[in-house]
Each structure stands twice: as C-alpha cells, then as structure tokens.
C-alpha cells in the first residue's frame, strides 16, 4: 500500500508548521530537518492558506490558538480542500477538550505544550506511513466486510475514513455484529498497519491485577513480580490497542486510563517515574456507554475521550439481503479450512429460513449454525432442515400466569433469560453470566437447577 513517505520518494517531504511563536516554530523546524523534512513556518491562517494553495506539503501543525483565528477553521479548511494531507494540532497542557474538538473536526493527531519531542516525532513518522489511495483502502475493507446493503455500505465508509485519523474510536454493536473486525480493519487500512494490534478483553481481567496487566511492572513490585513485563499499552507501541468491551472496566481502573490517554504516559506498578507510550485506542461495547454514564457506572470524562469518533456495526437482521453471500462465502472458508471437497450449496428453502431469521448472535450466530450444519449435513446440499434454526427465547409463547404456579412461570422466564443469553455468546458460559448481571457461579447455579446443563 502507498504511504506519504513512498509517493514523495523523489522529492524532499515538507511540513506546514502553522505558530504564532517564534519559539515554537523554530523548535519544530530544526526538529523535523533533523529528521530530514522540508519545513515552512508561518504565523497565522492566512499565510498558512496561501501556503497551501501552492498544494506542496505532506503534512501540517498548527497551534490552536493564531491570530486571526483557531486552528479548528484551518482543520476544516484543509479537510475540504486537500483531504489527502494529515494535519495535527498543538494543544495547550490540559485542554482536553480542544484536542478532541479537534480530532472530531478531522485533526490527523494532537500535542501538547510543551511539546515533546519523543511525541513529535512519533506523530510525525506515523502522518508519513499513512496510505494515500483511497482504491488501494477499499481492496481491504471490501473482502472483509462483505455485502452491498446500506448499513454495511455506510460502515465501510465510516471504518476507511477513520482509518485516516488516530483519534479515538468506539464501536457499538450488539454480540457478534463484527465490533473487532472493524478494529483490525481500522488498524490495518491506517498509518499503524505496521505495528501491532493487541487485543483486550476488559471484562475478562481480574480486578486486582488491571493495572500490573494494562500498564506493566516492575521487577519486585509485589510477590511473585521476578522480572519486569510489559502490560497491553507497552506491548501496543507503535499499534493498536483494542479494548474490548470497555464498559466493564471497574471505576478506579477507569481513572487510571484516563490519565494515560490524557498525557500519553504510563506508570508501571513498583516505578518511580512515567514512560511515554504511541497508542491508538480503539474501544467497543455492546454497552450503551451513554446509560452506563447515566447510572454511574462509567466515567463521563473517560466516554469523552473513548468516543471521539463512533462507529455502529449494524445487526445481520438489518441486513438481510447480504446474508445469501455471506452464508456463501462462510461456506467456502469452512470447507477449505477442513480441506474437504468443494463447499456445499445451500438450497433455495435454506437461503429462506437464513433470511428469515433473527439472527439475535449476528454474524457470529450465522458462522455456528453453517459449521454445524456443515459437519452433519448427509447431501451435498444444505437444506433448511440442516440449518436446525432455534427460534430466539423472545419468541417463545410463556402460558400466562394464571395457567402455571409462579414458581414455574419464573422458572420460564429465566430459562429464556439463560438461553438468549448462552445463545448471543455461542454458550460461552462467563460471557453470558456477564451479559445477564449475574456471576458465573451463579449462572452454573441456575442451570443446574433449571436442567439446563444439558
């Protein structure tokens, strides 16, 4: 894929450096040619315009505050007017808001004064890596995401446009809608498509050990700490770090990030100082953060900084008419990953009970059900009969309550609870108890009790 740096390889790449103080420009400049970059300063937005109407820099920073205007109208301006070039703007120290501000107006990345030269030239090198072609962004995204239905149109959209950024992205999506395939896409259509992608389940960490395994330690910190280790934001460097299912960080761990997003640093359990970290952070829930913020469950400062941009995944049931070639090409993966014969067909009767489906796992849900349906099939089609479609819990007749005691008609209830639950999770067990609030000792409970260990 063409990045800034190959497409420039015969000419001397130049920055727009855009500050009304001269000390500022002058630290930058000397900066960026010690990395071997061309470099124009200017003082203000109009020398700044003029500039880039000449169309000759690969990347532009720009302070915030300028004379005759803010950084936030020369972010739009470029983003109108050459869409193809990164800019990045300077922050003051502890103006978070600005820095997103920025970011959702289109800002490549932000620094902060006073500025450090670690983070500039990070942000610098990753701006230069980043792929210029739009063709060649959507011959990645198309493969993996497939189908030609609106909702899934607009979200490869969305997912090539914030592959352009290194702003913050959250994910929404209900289970199994994709959210994490969407993050490895972002990381791979981006300028960090070098590095590593580290995923993250939060609600799969124990409490006591969040911080020791996001930030690292150091050797004798605690009992059993031998040596040093990095934790997910080390390990990430220069990458990605995907947080899935963000909402089920506890609040004191949700302090702690916060400040890591904020100034970019890290401290390691046991260390005196802080170490700078290069991240991208993407996050996803099938949460809404939003509610969670209204109970008090979840930061409101620390959703701000998470969802600078937002990305929906949309639910397979909005987007029925992809589901003939995704069941098909589902097929085509599993077979060839048997190394069996040529992958079955699905008969015209199999394609209908797919389609009318609900599909309350999503994608997910429609890759176990074709596996299934795969491995016991006794033709060399599928037909509907194979596909053994459970109508979801929700579409299940209780009897009303007069009809049972009210210790049955609870049981009921809480079966169809259980199984939608094991269903969305593909019966993993402490997903589901996740899902339903309860622990997984207790979910174990229930479904001994209810017979449903089976």
Same mark, same amino acid.
Request: proline share 5%.
């Given at each position: 894929?063409?990045?800034?740096?190959?497409?420039?390889?015969?000419?001397?790449?130049?920055?727009?450096?855009?500050?009304?103080?001269?000390?500022?420009?002058?630290?930058?400049?000397?900066?960026?040619?010690?990395?071997?970059?061309?470099?124009?300063?200017?003082?203000?937005?109009?020398?700044?315009?003029?500039?880039?109407?000449?169309?000759?820099?690969?990347?532009?920073?720009?302070?915030?505050?300028?004379?005759?205007?803010?950084?936030?109208?020369?972010?739009?301006?470029?983003?109108?007017?050459?869409?193809?070039?990164?800019?990045?703007?300077?922050?003051?120290?502890?103006?978070?808001?600005?820095?997103?501000?920025?970011?959702?107006?289109?800002?490549?990345?932000?620094?902060?004064?006073?500025?450090?030269?670690?983070?500039?030239?990070?942000?610098?090198?990753?701006?230069?890596?980043?792929?210029?072609?739009?063709?060649?962004?959507?011959?990645?995204?198309?493969?993996?995401?497939?189908?030609?239905?609106?909702?899934?149109?607009?979200?490869?959209?969305?997912?090539?446009?914030?592959?352009?950024?290194?702003?913050?992205?959250?994910?929404?999506?209900?289970?199994?809608?994709?959210?994490?395939?969407?993050?490895?896409?972002?990381?791979?259509?981006?300028?960090?498509?070098?590095?590593?992608?580290?995923?993250?389940?939060?609600?799969?960490?124990?409490?006591?050990?969040?911080?020791?395994?996001?930030?690292?330690?150091?050797?004798?910190?605690?009992?059993?700490?031998?040596?040093?280790?990095?934790?997910?934001?080390?390990?990430?460097?220069?990458?990605?770090?995907?947080?899935?299912?963000?909402?089920?960080?506890?609040?004191?761990?949700?302090?702690?990030?916060?400040?890591?997003?904020?100034?970019?640093?890290?401290?390691?359990?046991?260390?005196?100082?802080?170490?700078?970290?290069?991240?991208?952070?993407?996050?996803?829930?099938?949460?809404?953060?939003?509610?969670?913020?209204?109970?008090?469950?979840?930061?409101?400062?620390?959703?701000?900084?998470?969802?600078?941009?937002?990305?929906?995944?949309?639910?397979?049931?909005?987007?029925?008419?992809?589901?003939?070639?995704?069941?098909?090409?589902?097929? &085509? #993966?599993? $077979?060839?990953?048997? @190394?069996?014969?040529?992958?079955?067909?699905?008969?015209? %009767? !199999?394609? =209908?009970? *797919?389609?009318?489906?609900?599909?309350?796992?999503?994608?997910?849900?429609?890759?176990?059900?074709?596996?299934?349906?795969?491995?016991?099939?006794?033709?060399?089609?599928?037909?509907?009969?194979?596909?053994?479609?459970?109508?979801?819990?929700?579409?299940?007749?209780?009897?009303?309550?007069?009809?049972?005691?009210?210790?049955?008609?609870?049981?009921?209830? &809480? #079966?169809? $609870?259980?199984?939608? @639950?094991?269903?969305?999770?593909?019966?993993?067990?402490? %997903? !589901?108890? =996740?899902? *339903?609030?309860?622990?997984?000792?207790?979910?174990?409970?229930?479904?001994?009790?209810?017979?449903?260990?089976?």
């Amino acid at each position: 894929m063409a990045t800034n740096l190959e497409r420039a390889s015969k000419a001397r790449l130049r920055v727009l450096v855009v500050d009304d103080e001269a000390d500022i420009r002058e630290l930058l400049d000397l900066t960026l040619a010690r990395m071997g970059l061309g470099c124009d300063c200017v003082g203000t937005l109009a020398e700044a315009r003029r500039l880039l109407a000449q169309g000759s820099h690969h990347l532009c920073l720009t302070d915030m505050r300028l004379p005759d205007g803010d950084g936030l109208e020369l972010v739009r301006h470029i983003g109108e007017h050459v869409p193809d070039m990164p800019v990045a703007v300077i922050t003051a120290h502890g103006s978070a808001e600005n820095a997103v501000s920025a970011l959702k107006a289109g800002a490549f990345d932000y620094l902060t004064k006073p500025v450090s030269l670690d983070q500039l030239r990070a942000l610098v090198k990753s701006a230069m890596e980043l792929p210029v072609a739009v063709e060649q962004r959507e011959q990645i995204a198309a493969p993996s995401l497939l189908g030609q239905s609106p909702a899934m149109t607009e979200a490869r959209d969305l997912i090539e446009r914030m592959a352009r950024s290194q702003a913050p992205v959250h994910i929404t999506g209900e289970s199994g809608s994709g959210k994490e395939l969407a993050a490895r896409l972002i990381h791979r259509m981006g300028a960090r498509q070098q590095g590593p992608f580290v995923p993250v389940n939060c609600g799969a960490i124990p409490e006591n050990l969040m911080e020791s395994e996001f930030f690292g330690y150091r050797k004798g910190a605690f009992t059993g700490a031998d040596a040093d280790r990095d934790g997910f934001f080390q390990v990430a460097q220069g990458g990605t770090l995907f947080l899935d299912e963000v909402a089920d960080l506890p609040l004191s761990m949700q302090v702690k990030l916060l400040r890591a997003i904020q100034e970019k640093k890290v401290r390691r359990v046991g260390s005196p100082g802080e170490e700078s970290v290069d991240v991208r952070l993407i996050s996803a829930t099938h949460q809404n953060l939003r509610r969670q913020v209204e109970q008090g469950r979840f930061r409101q400062d620390l959703q701000f900084r998470l969802n600078v941009l937002e990305l929906r995944m949309p639910a397979l049931r909005e987007c029925r008419e992809d589901i003939p070639l995704l069941a098909t090409r589902v097929l &085509e #993966r599993l $077979a060839a990953q048997a @190394a069996s014969d040529p992958a079955p067909s699905l008969t015209a %009767a !199999a394609l =209908r009970a *797919l389609s009318d489906y609900p599909f309350p796992g999503n994608v997910r849900e429609l890759e176990n059900i074709l596996e299934r349906a795969l491995a016991l099939r006794t033709t060399d089609c599928i037909d509907s009969g194979d596909l053994n479609l459970i109508p979801p819990a929700e579409n299940q007749e209780v009897p009303p309550l007069g009809q049972l005691s009210l210790q049955d008609h609870l049981d009921r209830v &809480e #079966r169809q $609870a259980i199984l939608e @639950a094991l269903q969305k999770t593909r019966f993993n067990r402490t %997903a !589901a108890a =996740r899902l *339903l609030g309860v622990t997984f000792r207790s979910l174990r409970y229930r479904m001994e009790r209810l017979g449903l260990n089976d």
